[in-house]
Structure formats: structure tokens, C-alpha cells
T-cell receptor, first 115, second 114 residues
Framework: KAGVTQTPRYLIKTRGQQVTLSCSPI?????VSWYQQTPGQGLQFLFE???????NKGNFPGRFSGRQFSNSRSEMNVSTLELGDSALYLC??????????????FGPGTRLTVT | GNSVTQMEGPVTLSEEAFLTINCTYT??????LFWYVQYPGEGLQLLLK?????DKGSNKGFEATYRKETTSFHLEKGSVQVSDSAVYFC?????????????FGKGTMLLVSP
């Protein structure tokens, strides 16, 4: 099975711009979560989507949003970028059903740099 | 709330040395516990997991035992290799919440020299 894929891998944006990151989960996985990784704050949970519905959200401002499509692919959007949004954004997927083992499988990440 | 505390690194070892990375957790329910590894420039890879007390997770020579009485999940390996150099993250999830959200420790960098 192909793993979790994320595009693009690297991105450079300017303060005030907006950005959209994409994640394709492992085939058959219906849950997608997003995490932000920074040297200062470590790994922080952004949100989780299951069957096109956001079912959990971390403590991030409203500038961070996401969505999931019927094929389970997910996108996250950051509007009005700030320098502090520079980070590695990781996407993770897992089956998401009631019998889930809760093992999450991570993609390689998108490295976002805001200048 | 849930939290994970890991020993700070970097941990510097010579090849074939014994490795221990300490991890303790705080959780309101009965969490599942994980160790993830991150190699430079890559995402996270699941190394091992344990879902209930006294479970031992193991993979690629690494092992960790879920100790409920000490709320710990220390990672060990008997003989490290240069290729084990990476950042190791301890994490928990609370299946009782109905969510898969992972709470991570800060990570411990391991450097193994030949």
C-alpha cells in the first residue's frame, strides 16, 4: 500500500499571504489528522477529520482551517500568514472505524517557511 | 489534561551501547502509548506501541513496557547502531475520548557514533 502523501513538500510564502496544503491518506483510511511541528512548541495537534466532518480541534486560531473530501483526501489552509506559522506540517491517517487500533501513519510533511 | 514528559537530549552513545530514553505520562483515562521515530528531513514513523498495562511493545530491537503503576513507557535497546541516530517521540492517545489525537513529548535526539 502506498503511504500517506503530502504536497507540496516545501513552500515559501510571505507574511499576509494564505497557503493550502494537501494530504492523501493511505487507501482505506477515513481519518486524517494534522499536526504542526516547531522547534519551540514541538508537535501540536491542529484538527482531525473523519468522513468529511471535523471531529476534534486543537488550540489554534481561526486562521487555521481544514476540510476533507469524499475520497478522504484532506487540505488545510492558513490565512494571513505570520512568521510564527513557519513549521513542518504533518498529516497522519488511520482507519478511523470503531475497531481502529489508533495507530496513526504519518506523511513526510510540508515544510512551510514564512518570510 | 494529558501530557507526556521525555528526558531531554541529545543522548550521545557509542555503537553497541545500551539505550534508555525515559518517558512518563499523565492521563485521565487509560491511554495507549507509542514511540515514534523521526529521521532527518522525514515524517514520523511508528516504532512500537502498547495499549494496556504490562504490555510490551517491541520492534527492530527496541522495546518498551507500559507501566501503569509508575505511569512510564521507557524505550530501551540493547545495542544501538549508527543508523539509529534520530529523534524519538513518546506519545499517548486516549481511546476513551473517542478521538485518536496524539499528545507528544518534546522528543529526544539520539546520536550514535561509530
Amino acid at each position: 500500500k502506498a503511504g500517506v502523501t503530502q504536497t507540496p513538500r516545501y513552500l515559501i510564502k510571505t507574511r499576509g499571504q494564505q497557503v493550502t496544503l494537501s494530504c492523501s491518506p493511505i487507501s482505506g483510511h477515513r481519518s486524517v489528522s494534522w499536526y504542526q511541528q516547531t522547534p519551540g512548541q514541538g508537535l501540536q495537534f491542529l484538527f482531525e477529520y473523519f468522513s468529511e466532518t471535523q471531529r476534534n480541534k486543537g488550540n489554534f486560531p481561526g486562521r487555521f482551517s481544514g476540510r476533507q473530501f469524499s475520497n478522504s483526501r484532506s487540505e488545510m489552509n492558513v490565512s494571513t500568514l505570520e512568521l510564527g506559522d513557519s513549521a513542518l506540517y504533518l498529516c497522519a491517517s488511520y482507519p478511523g472505524g470503531l475497531a481502529s487500533s489508533y495507530e496513526q501513519y504519518f506523511g513526510p510533511g510540508t515544510r512551510l517557511t514564512v518570510t | 489534561g494529558n501530557s507526556v514528559t521525555q528526558m531531554e537530549g541529545p543522548v550521545t552513545l557509542s555503537e553497541e551501547a545500551f539505550l534508555t530514553i525515559n518517558c512518563t505520562y499523565t492521563a485521565t483515562g487509560y491511554p495507549s502509548l507509542f514511540w515514534y521515530v523521526q529521521y532527518p528531513g522525514e515524517g514520523l514513523q511508528l516504532l512500537l506501541k502498547a495499549t494496556k498495562a504490562d504490555d510490551k511493545g517491541s520492534n527492530k530491537g527496541f522495546e518498551a513496557t507500559y507501566r501503569k503503576e509508575t505511569t512510564s513507557f521507557h524505550l530501551e535497546k540493547g545495542s544501538v547502531q549508527v543508523s539509529d541516530s534520530a529523534v524519538y517521540f513518546c506519545a499517548l492517545s486516549d481511546p476513551g475520548s473517542g478521538y485518536s489525537t496524539l499528545t507528544f513529548g518534546k522528543g529526544t535526539m539520539l546520536l550514535v557514533s561509530p
